[in-house]
């Protein structure tokens, strides 16, 4: 069982406003901001969702251009951006992002209902969204909503779609998706090909104590205002360095390394990063 553990941060996420959390960065100066922070208190990664002015989810490429710009000009945190969006967004909008070239993407391997949405992701343009990571060097981040999305993903591994070692994030909580619990946790764990790497993403009340659980087992975890909006119960996070913070403590409690952003490179086989 290894002993450093990546640490992501997502301090966006698709749903979540400024009225649920004051706090919630939306814009691309305040998306940096937060990146430093996270990165200072012990994140790699940050996971990158991107908002318009009026804090909808959007694809837009000069919005993301000029994110991606702002957190690499404050610290080498890796990237990885979010072809997940927004559930109004058209996937053949979703898809443009990887011409950024971002570190890290996350490829949806499935369509599901989300909450009273859908996520759609349909199989054609997840093959083709895979197969253009490939060609860019976008390392692909599998989210994985439902057990039956890991066979999906090892399909596209036998076609030469992904490359190893295969990097999977395990999203639990979501309504449509996996319910957020320690025995989903551990089966889908069971089910990945031995040499993955794996995160926890919890969203929701369970948030912590499942995070917590995945670092026990050996895996990655992720946190930030995408995941919770609370730092305990009745406390709403003040900013994402807070989540990013109590995690990490979780961590060195567990007698675990925060693997730095080199060693998360190492870890992930990242291609040379483009600055």
Known sequence: MKSKIVITAAPTGPIATTKDNPAL?????????????????????????????????????????RTMGLIREQSPILIQLSTGVGL????????KLVELKPR????????????????????????????????LGVKAELEIYDMGHIPVCLSLFEEGLLAEPLQFSIVMGVKG???????????????????????????????????????????????????????RKGELAPNNESLVSRLAGAA??????????????LEFALGVASR
């Open 25 to 65: 960065p939306t814009q691309p100066d305040e998306i940096a901001a937060a990146a430093t922070k996270a990165y200072e208190a012990g994140a790699a990664v940050v996971h990158v969702h991107l908002r318009d002015e009026n804090e909808r989810p959007t694809a837009d490429l000069k919005i993301a251009e």
């Open 88 to 95: 109004d967004t058209p996937f053949e909008d979703r898809e």
């Open 104 to 135: 890290m993407a996350t490829l949806n391997p499935c369509s599901m209902s989300f909450g009273v949405g859908e996520f759609r992701n349909p199989p054609a343009g997840v093959r083709r969204l895979a197969a253009r990571m490939q060609a």
């Open 177 to 231: 998706g996996m319910a957020a619990t320690a025995d989903n946790l551990l089966f889908a764990v069971r089910q990945l090909p031995s040499n993955a790497i794996w995160q926890a993403i919890v969203i929701g009340r369970p948030h912590f104590e499942l995070t917590t659980v995945a670092l026990a087992l050996g895996g990655n975890a992720r946190t930030g205002m995408e995941d919770t909006l609370y730092l």
């Open 252 to 265: 060195k409690t567990l007698e675990k390394t925060i693997a730095t952003v080199e060693e998360a490179e």
